[in-house]
């Protein structure tokens, strides 16, 4: 985790929760297709459910089982 994570992760829950739709809603919203598919409860759950992860030029990002 970093900082960022760590002091987030100390927040009230609704301010934690107003936060990460807050900030997700906006990159979210930028699609066309998800914004007018998808219901505005929807896609405050899917502002939930995201997962930063930061990666370095030039490196591999595998998923596995």
Excluded at 46 to 55: G, P
Excluded at 56 to 65: G, H, N, Q, R
Aim: aromatic residues 8%; charged residues 35%; hydrophobic residues 35%.
């Amino acid at each position: 985790d970093n900082e960022c994570d760590k002091l987030i992760e100390k927040l009230d829950p609704t301010l934690k929760t107003e936060l990460k739709i807050d900030i997700y809603r906006k990159f979210i919203s930028n699609s066309k297709l998800i914004s007018t598919t998808f219901s505005d409860l929807l896609l405050n759950d899917i502002c939930l459910l995201v997962k930063e992860k930061q990666y370095m030029p030039d490196e591999f990002i595998l998923i596995s089982d």
